[in-house]
């Protein structure tokens, strides 16, 4: 096994499950498809039903994608696109760090997901067996554009966040 080989492998299968899992949760974790759309409405993601189900089946379709090695740019383009989308509705505005709501996990996946289209799947692979070893900064490029172009479209058509008061905002009685 060329080490190439070897990294893709153990990328594929560290990121895959992982984003697979995290879809599943959105349909079949404690809150359900309910919760997660109860979730996005917060965030205001309109409609929030759909985009509930959209991220389930998206981060599902990758994370299948992605583990299998399949048509290597496009799962990493699509994790790109949900990771952006994450960033900016969810983690925004608290800082780095995961554990205080940041941004630090979508980042390390977006940024996995694009240095896995540059590696390519590698030969143990969907895309190794049927001979298509796609790889290279195009398609790290590829993949972070159309997801970051896909994402920016998304939230500008569905991304409606409720209006925050401010505090220092006095009306006059």
């Not at 070897?6 to 499950?17: D, K, Q, S």
Request: hydrophobic content about 50%.
């Amino acid at each position: 096994m060329k080490s190439h080989d070897a990294a893709a492998l153990v990328l594929r299968a560290t990121l895959g499950p992982m984003l697979f899992a995290h879809g599943w949760n959105k349909v079949a974790g404690p809150g359900g498809l309910k919760g997660t759309t109860g979730w996005f409405e917060a965030l205001g993601l309109k409609p929030a039903e759909v985009h509930a189900r959209m991220a389930a089946g998206t981060e599902m379709a990758a994370g299948v994608g992605i583990a299998l090695g399949a048509a290597n740019p496009l799962p990493a383009a699509v994790a790109v696109g949900l990771m952006t989308v994450a960033a900016r509705t969810d983690h925004r505005g608290k800082g780095f760090f995961v554990f205080k709501g940041g941004w630090e996990y979508a980042g390390v996946v977006g940024g996995a997901a694009v240095a896995l289209a540059a590696l390519g799947n590698g030969r143990y692979s969907l895309d190794g067996l049927l001979r298509r070893q796609d790889a290279g900064a195009r398609h790290a490029l590829l993949a972070a554009g159309v997801g970051t172009v896909s994402a920016a479209a998304l939230l500008a058509l569905c991304y409606r966040p409720e209006k925050k008061s401010d505090a220092t905002d006095q009306t006059d009685q």
